[in-house]
């Protein structure tokens, strides 16, 4: 309803109750909204602190349980009994070539020599997959000018 479809009663109780005195707040009331505020604020702000930490934490340790698990579930087959034989043999050999060197030393010198060989682990692509590969890409090039 506007006011100007109020009928005169109607008008002369609205300036009546515009007329009375409202009654103010009370002065601590402001200082006590003004406490519970900066509560309530600060505690959203260390529960996103805390909610935040866990979450980190949550990431780290599944991150960490993954990680282990992919390394220990990987094999490059860097450890066999074939590598053991070789790394024998090796020491053998420098124990044969240096007989000044003691056996433990010569065996620490054929696992070092063992150990640089497989630096990096390198999956062994067969030479007849990649010129499988390389003709099969001429032939797209040669169909996509």
Known sequence: MDGNSLTPEQLALE??????????????LRERTLVHLRKELRGDRLLNRW???VAVSIVILIWA??????????????????????????????????????????YRQSLILHASSSVCPV???????????????????????
């Open 51 to 53: 909610s935040y930490a």
């Open 123 to 145: 999956p062994n692509i067969p030479s007849s997959t990649l010129q499988q590969y390389r003709s099969v890409s001429r032939s797209i090039e040669l169909q996509n000018p």
């Open 65 to 106: 349980n993954l990680s282990i698990s992919a390394s220990l579930a990987t094999d490059f087959h860097l450890h066999s009994n074939s590598d053991q034989q070789a790394i024998q043999l090796r020491a053998a050999e420098i124990q044969n070539l240096l007989p000044e060197l003691s056996q433990g030393e010569a």
């Open 15 to 28: 300036q009546e109750l515009l007329a009375k005195p409202r009654p103010e707040p009370p002065a601590s």
